[in-house]
């Protein structure tokens, strides 16, 4: 059975696997502990696995995290979707539907979104809490990147233990890629280009992994230029270049925009 058919079914037989998952995070290593003074807010209700609606009316996307998506415009919920919401609307309700909240250095997303770092009663961050348990993927996106290293333990923690997501490896090839959206992806390095556009990273295939000119100082510059001929797992929004009018000769179909050093990891 592939990954997506074993996904789906997990996530239809959520009864099962949830339990299972929760049960092993009351285990885990307690990840990103609050600090010692931050803001109490009223939860009105859950979006999704990283989207709250707060009772002063701001929406609030948690940093750090990407859950899986729930179906929209009559697409169907993407495999853990419903437990991931599930499992948020059970941490906030175990503080009473009431969080601390930490803004990001960035305020606000370009959906107008609050950025914010979520932490239960018992000051654990929400969305280590998550990661810890599978039902997320572990995102960095400059500047809200202060607990991105401790994140990445607790995902770390769930990808070792294979709990939800990680139950079988998501991590695609570039061939594998169908359409636009959130990817791990993982291949080989044919070229490490560098122009005024930043550096370009191609990847056998059709998938080029680009650093922006204002995140170019925050990469190691020995690391990138090693990259060349080596495998490497990239995570981050894939864009589909062929929806922009066609695409010129010998250039990548997908494009991969890099927003963390984090984003980005030789492997074996």
Same mark, same amino acid.
């Given at each position: 059975m592939g990954f997506c058919q074993l996904l789906k079914k997990a996530s239809l037989a959520g009864a099962f696997f949830v339990p299972a998952i929760w049960v092993a995070a009351v285990q885990a290593e307690v990840f990103c502990p609050a600090p010692t003074v &931050? /803001?109490?807010?009223?939860? =009105?209700r859950v979006v999704d696995g990283d989207t709250v609606r707060l009772k002063d009316g701001r929406s609030v996307r948690m940093i750090g995290i990407n859950a899986p998506?729930?179906?929209?415009?009559?697409?169907?919920?993407?495999p853990f979707a419903v437990a991931a919401r599930q499992r948020l609307q059970a941490l906030v309700a175990a503080s009473g539907g009431r969080v601390g909240l930490v803004p990001g250095r960035e305020r606000k997303d370009h959906y107008g979104r609050t950025l914010a770092h979520l932490y239960g009663a018992d000051g654990e961050n929400l969305e280590a809490q &998550? &990661? /810890?348990?599978?039902?997320? *993927? =572990?995102? $960095?996106?400059a500047p809200n990147v202060d607990l991105a290293t401790c994140q990445q333990a607790a995902e770390n923690?769930?990808?070792?233990? %294979? &709990? $939800?997501?990680w139950r079988l490896s998501?991590? =695609?090839? !570039?061939a594998q890629l169908k359409r636009s959206g959130f990817a791990v992806v993982s291949g080989r390095?044919?070229?490490?280009?560098?122009? +005024? $556009?930043?550096? @370009?990273i191609e990847m056998q295939g059709s998938l !080029?992994?680009?650093?922006?000119? /204002?995140?170019?100082?925050? *990469?190691d510059a020995a690391t990138l230029n090693g990259l060349q001929g080596g495998t490497v797992e990239a995570r981050g @929004?894939? =864009?589909? +270049?062929? %929806? +922009? $009018?066609?695409l010129k000769k010998g250039q990548a179909r997908w494009l991969l925009p890099l927003t963390d050093p984090g984003m980005l990891k030789s492997t074996p």
């Open positions: &931050l /803001a109490r807010v009223d939860v =009105q998506e729930t179906g929209k415009k009559g697409r169907a919920d993407e &998550l &990661l /810890a348990e599978g039902l997320g *993927f =572990q995102v $960095g996106v923690s769930a990808r070792n233990a %294979r &709990l $939800g997501l998501p991590v =695609q090839s !570039v390095v044919s070229q490490v280009k560098r122009n +005024r $556009g930043g550096i @370009w !080029v992994l680009r650093v922006s000119p /204002a995140l170019v100082s925050q *990469f @929004w894939v =864009q589909d +270049r062929s %929806r +922009r $009018g066609g």
